[in-house]
């Protein structure tokens, strides 16, 4: 039957199995094995039914708690799952039912409590390199980057070839524009996942950071052949040909950015933009409009739109639009939530701003000089004189806010929680590994 199970015959396994069972019936092995038979073949229920017999007869089996709770979580049943989980630690603390449970919070969108049960794993297992790495990327989701790198680089000290740790220490080091290092890291994990979509579209967006277009737009291409449904790589790509002002290829990756992901404002913002440049304000208008309505506190795309505005001769809609971008940017302030903004930006919306004659009551004053602007517009406006119709350019920020937004917003999916541990006929059930079924969530929104 073990036999059959490694080759695949699961149908055949189970019959022996059950044969097995049949002949010692009151052997709580043979039941588990049966049981585990009927879980690999899709039978949550069956499995449940058997586990529930073993657990007659051996209620001390932390195991049979595990996997009873796997089925659970199978079947959408949280809370008996998670009464099993704890059943099961309770009776027996072991580093992949935390993983489980921990994955199951994540499941229930609960992120804190998901937190509290990684945290307690470490304690449990504080040299699983596994678990430091899933508990670095959810203090990364929450913005809690000291707390983040302190885990992932637990988790490099132990296994160095990690490419999860290695892949979202590199984007948090990409967020700080300290691209060179972030390469060098992204170098190790391309030996171990030379075909993660992720890591192409960071390495990327790296190139794209030191302003070596041809590159980034061979690494985006390649992590779009590996990955053509990703909106955020052809938003990156997009993003890339639009600062190269090659605008029908910019169209083109937005509008399928567009496709996939119809509800975020800045990609209309950035289409807006490109309409502009292949003279199509009708169109560009359109697309703000659409912005508009979906986001509701980005002042950029109040900023742009008044600048197009403004440049059709329509001053009324161009003042209007810049009233909303000042009342996006005093909520900003009001809730001590305001990003540091690209002095080109807060020179622009000066200029318009006194275009318009409310230059008394400008709402942006301008950074430092040093300042590092980690919010740039996607498509902020070159400086120009009153006489002249005013530009538009995009911004290297929003694109490495791209890259660096795709691993916090990640979902812990392939990259990011991945369990595999072999499936061997007498350990415990596994769900399926999240990191099967989606892209690395390290690499960037």
Not at 191 to 197: D, F, G
Not at 246 to 275: C, D, K, W
Not at 392 to 409: C, D, H, V
Request: charged share 20%.
């Amino acid at each position: 039957a073990l036999i059959f199970r490694l080759e695949g015959k699961i149908q055949e396994s189970l019959e022996l199995f059950q044969t097995c069972a049949i002949l010692n019936p009151q052997n709580v092995d043979n039941l588990k094995q049966v049981a585990r038979s009927l879980f690999l073949l899709g039978k949550h229920k069956a499995a449940i039914e058997v586990y529930s017999e073993a657990a007659k007869l051996n209620d001390k089996d932390w195991e049979i708690s595990h996997n009873l709770g796997v089925c659970f979580m199978h079947l959408k049943n949280f809370e008996k799952a998670k009464e099993y989980l704890n059943c099961a630690l309770q009776t027996s603390r072991h580093d992949l039912t935390f993983m489980v449970l921990g994955k199951l919070h994540l499941m229930e969108g609960n992120t804190q409590n998901a937190i509290e049960t990684y945290k307690k794993a470490v304690e449990f297992s504080p040299e699983n390199a596994e678990l430091l790495t899933t508990l670095g990327l959810l203090y990364l989701q929450l913005g809690m980057y000291q707390k983040a790198f302190e885990h992932l680089g637990n988790a490099l000290t132990y296994n160095p070839n990690n490419y999860k740790a290695i892949l979202a220490a590199g984007s948090m080091m990409q967020t700080h524009s300290d691209f060179d290092v972030a390469l060098s890291k992204y170098r190790i994990a391309a030996h171990a996942v030379p075909e993660s979509p992720p890591l192409w579209n960071n390495i990327g967006m790296c190139f794209f950071g030191k302003k070596k277009y041809v590159a980034a737009i061979s690494c985006l291409k390649r992590a779009n052949y590996l990955a053509p449904f990703d909106w955020k790589i052809l938003y990156n790509l997009g993003l890339v040909h639009l600062t190269m002002q090659q605008y029908a290829s910019a169209f083109h990756f937005l509008s399928a950015a567009i496709n996939m992901q119809p509800r975020m404002g800045e990609l209309y913002m950035l289409l807006a933009v490109t309409l502009t440049n292949l003279a199509d304000p009708d169109n560009a208008k359109r697309a703000y409009n659409q912005a508009v309505s979906l986001e509701q506190s980005n002042p950029l795309v109040n900023l742009n739109y008044s600048i197009l505005l403004y440049n059709q001769g329509d001053k009324k809609g161009a003042l209007h639009q810049y009233q909303e971008m000042e009342k996006k940017v005093n909520k900003l302030k009001a809730s001590n939530n305001m990003p540091e903004f690209d002095p080109e930006l807060v020179d622009m919306a000066q200029k318009i701003g006194a275009a318009l004659q409310v230059g008394e009551n400008l709402v942006w004053t301008k950074p430092a000089k040093d300042s590092k602007s980690r919010e740039h517009p996607a498509s902020s406006c070159k400086s120009t004189t009153n006489q002249q119709p005013l530009g538009s350019n995009q911004a290297l920020g929003q694109a490495m806010s791209s890259a660096a937004g795709y691993s916090k917003t990640m979902q812990l999916s392939a990259g990011g929680c991945s369990i595999r541990t072999q499936k061997l006929p007498s350990l415990p059930l596994e769900p399926e590994s999240a990191a099967d079924s989606g892209t690395d969530d390290l690499s960037k929104k």
